[in-house]
């Protein structure tokens, strides 16, 4: 530079008292104007300082028509204390290019003497707007193009140009841009379970919000913008704080400097810092799913449309075809949108019902239904009717689809008001880092791990909801596994759960991690490990349950929590402590007595010949008006015992739209001289109708007269209608687990299935058992969530338990037929 024009930069560098360069310190010392006032502040002032600099400089040049512009993030006002200045000069082209090279120079040297970072260029506006278009970076920070010197109607200009570019261009450019989000995030990671986060690249950072501006700006679809502007500041406030402690132009938020900027940000900690950050970063990432799928939605319809309307012959659209899933639920446009028939003010368990069932078909929650739930919907009593209990356990249940319609609750705040011990979870970080996510996102990853091994046990609902639970402490101080056995046995009670089922949930709470730290920690051989753990675990049941959850959670930690060598000693100790339990031999139950109604149903059905049938309402708790709502029907069914009864009785309610809850199936024992010789059995059905209306007992029991006399060809009735109306099915889920249980009965061979609860499932099971020959002396089934776990108890034709031999090759049958 020649001393000419350090001299006047020297000069323009003095907006005020003490030139701009003191300015700038003394206000970003200045502690009671932090955040978004000082970042307007230094923009402003930096705006002052520039103009002086610009108004000097193009006299000396003797440039007109230009201006000054600032772009990005120095556009929007957003200056952080180590920030970019982000300018372009615009010319109209009419100044020779010496002229403006030299205006150019007069603007930026002062800038680098200062030691600022600047990102700069030198165009007209058919250049800008041609570079604009060959790299979506330059349109991107044009898009927050402002005026800061010089001729504001030219820059005004540009930047009407640029967004009208931007609509014209938007069906091409949002998808490139989609993908630009995507790469960064593979890149940077996602910051709400990030350790050491950077607040820009990461995703749910600052670049998102900046894409979310873009997408809203092309007028094709718009953010949620709930929360989303206050999620932005403090991201923006937490890099203010980063780059004053480390007197750097730093986006990292490294280990070493989180407790300066959690102090500088008035705050407790660094845990307090984190757990704020990624509150804002899933509010950021939260919008940006929503954004992006209305993007593709509204892309889809544009590319659709003129097809649409060459076979329609260019007359009127259709509607959107709106498909049920589930009372008051149904998909519309790729999304669970509510039904126009739902009342969510009369219906509480419809939150919980459309969650599982946009789950279970890997669908999204419409953000509008989420939002309408939120405000609408009728608190549910506690503790929580039967069908509550199942639809959280159905959600539960639905593997990775599970995910995103948790998160969509979490948005709206439904989650805590369900489960209210979850806001001390809420966007908890851990600081261990074996862990891969925060603790509320491992408690809902341990869930879709015990999705796939819910055919490993039991009770599938309990291993869910103990996946869900497990460290539900770790909001409270002390042992994480203690606190958490507490919190776990009051929230079994609110969701439904009985005493006995709500100890089991506290006691897998309470020892989730028993079985890795003794397997990994102690001597297998030495009988004082085993029978501490027997001891601790008490039943064969809550032993499988807990092997399952230890299997979940260490899988949902991260790649290092999990290994082969892990999963042998563990599996070496469980059947070890199995062994030990099993030498508590059970005593036989004693048979249950008939209560009145079933003693009348089976003399009738001993009197008819015939099936006799009794339906009855299951009322739940009273809801505040008083008034209970039936939620589930008893179906009761008696007739003479004959082949070929359990596949007809289910195929029938199974044709009829009626999802089995539980089930029993026995022989009445009826007293003397009311029975004679014949064998009357007695079925007991839970049932619950698929869409709300129940049928006719005198249809059912017509259909099941024509099922038993071979009349009604069941298998091809609900073939044809699968194929009419195909279920959509969403995450698959794991195959069918037919099994022998040891020492079940000294009585007859227990057969237990577990399998993905279906219409017809119990059906097929009792076709196949009926090809086999052998006797159902009892059934069991129970539907917990989107799992079916039924035991039949069988014989041969002789009354006696089948040879180990037939009893495996009579399960790989029945698995056979379920495959």
């Not at 000082?38 to 007109?64: I, K, N, Y």
């Not at 986060?197 to 949620?224: F, I, N």
């Not at 889809?300 to 498909?323: C, E, F, I, V």
Request: hydrophobic share 45%.
């Amino acid at each position: 530079m020649t001393s000419t024009d350090t001299t006047t930069a020297s000069e323009s560098e003095e907006p005020g008292p003490g030139g701009y360069a003191a300015a700038r310190l003394r206000l970003l010392h200045r502690k009671e104007h932090a955040g978004a006032p000082r970042r307007a502040a230094l923009a402003a002032l930096t705006d002052d300082w520039l103009t002086g600099l610009f108004t000097a400089a193009a006299e000396q040049s003797g440039v007109r028509g230009a201006a000054l512009v600032a772009v990005g993030g120095y556009g929007r006002a957003e200056l952080s204390p180590r920030s970019d200045l982000d300018l372009l000069l615009l010319h109209d082209g009419t100044a020779a290019p010496a002229a403006v090279a030299a205006l150019a120079d007069r603007l930026w040297y002062p800038v680098w003497d200062l030691g600022l970072a600047l990102d700069h260029s030198v165009r007209t506006p058919a250049e800008a707007r041609r570079t604009a278009a060959g790299d979506l970076k330059v349109q991107l920070g044009l898009l927050d193009a402002r005026p800061v010197a010089g001729d504001r109607g030219l820059a005004a200009a540009l930047r009407t140009a640029i967004l009208a570019d931007w609509r014209n261009q938007a069906p091409a450019r949002l998808p490139a841009l989609r993908e630009l989000c995507r790469d960064r995030a593979a890149r940077a990671g996602e910051l709400r379970f990030l350790l050491e986060p950077d607040l820009k690249e990461a995703r749910g950072g600052l670049r998102d919000t900046t894409a979310l501006r873009a997408v809203a700006a092309s007028w094709l679809a718009d953010a949620p913008r709930e929360g989303l502007a206050d999620a932005r500041r403090t991201l923006l406030d937490a890099r203010d704080a980063l780059h004053l402690a480390t007197g750097r132009a730093t986006d990292r938020l490294a280990l070493q400097e989180q407790d300066q900027v959690a102090r500088d940000l008035g705050l407790l900690d660094a845990d307090a810092l984190l757990r704020r950050l990624y509150e804002a970063a899933r509010t950021v990432s939260y919008a940006a799913d929503v954004t992006w799928r209305e993007v593709d939605r509204v892309l889809r319809a544009r590319s659709a449309r003129p097809r649409l309307r060459t076979l329609l012959g260019h007359g009127r659209a259709r509607a959107p075809q709106r498909t049920p899933l589930a009372e008051g639920v149904v998909e519309a446009e790729g999304e669970a949108v509510l039904a126009r028939t739902a009342r969510p003010e009369h219906d509480p368990v419809l939150p919980l019902r459309a969650a599982a069932a946009a789950a279970q078909s890997a669908l999204p929650l419409s953000p509008y239904l989420v939002r309408h739930l939120a405000a609408t919907a009728r608190p549910l009593p506690v503790p929580w009717p039967a069908e509550a209990r199942e639809e959280l356990v159905t959600l539960l249940g639905a593997g990775p689809a599970t995910v995103p319609v948790w998160e969509a609750l979490e948005a709206e705040g439904l989650v805590t008001r369900l489960l209210p011990d979850w806001e001390r979870v809420h966007c908890r970080p851990q600081r261990n880092p074996v862990h891969t996510w925060t603790v509320d996102r491992h408690l809902v990853e341990t869930a879709v791990r015990a999705s796939a091994l819910t055919r490993r046990v039991g009770r599938p609902d309990l291993l869910l909801v103990a996946a869900l639970l497990h460290d539900i402490g770790k909001g409270w101080p002390g042992d994480h596994s203690a606190a958490g056995e507490v919190i776990a046995r009051d929230l079994a009670a609110r969701i439904g759960f009985d005493p006995h089922d709500a100890g089991v949930l506290a006691t897998l709470v309470r020892h989730h991690l028993l079985l890795v730290e003794t397997a990994t920690r102690r001597d297998l051989d030495d009988p004082a490990t085993v029978r501490a753990v027997a001891d601790a675990v008490g039943t064969p049941a809550t032993l499988e349950l807990l092997h399952a959850l230890t299997e979940a959670d260490a899988l949902a930690t991260g790649p290092a929590a999990w290994s082969a060598w892990r999963a042998s000693l563990v599996a070496d100790l469980v059947g070890r402590v199995a062994l030990l339990l099993a030498g508590r031999a059970p005593e036989e139950p004693e048979p249950a007595i008939l209560d009145a109604e079933q003693e009348r149903l089976a003399v009738e059905a001993l009197r008819t010949g015939g099936p006799v049938l009794a339906l009855h309402a299951r009322p739940e708790t009273p809801h505040e008006e008083g008034a209970p709502e039936p939620v589930g029907v008893e179906l009761l069914i008696a007739l003479r015992d004959r082949p070929g009864v359990l596949p007809a009785a289910a195929g029938v309610l199974a044709l009829h739209r009626l999802t089995v809850r539980a089930a029993e199936l026995r022989a009445a024992e009826l007293p003397t001289g009311l029975g004679g010789d014949a064998d009357v059995l007695l079925l007991s059905w839970r049932v619950a109708a698929e869409y709300g209306s129940l049928p006719d007992a005198a249809r059912l029991r017509a259909d099941l007269v024509r099922a038993l006399d071979g009349t009604l060809d069941i298998a091809a009735r609900l073939a044809e209608r699968e194929a009419a109306h195909p279920r959509r099915r969403g995450t698959a889920a794991p195959p069918p687990r037919v099994t022998v249980a040891p020492a079940g009965s000294r009585l007859a061979t227990v057969i237990e299935v577990r399998a993905q609860d279906a219409p017809g499932l119990l059906h097929r099971i009792g076709q196949a058992l009926e090809r086999s020959a052998v006797r159902v002396r009892s059934a069991h089934v129970s539907t917990l969530g989107a799992n079916a776990v039924d035991t039949v108890y069988v014989t041969d034709a002789s009354g006696k338990p089948l040879a180990p031999g037939e009893a495996a090759e009579l399960a790989r049958e029945v698995e056979r037929a379920l495959g």
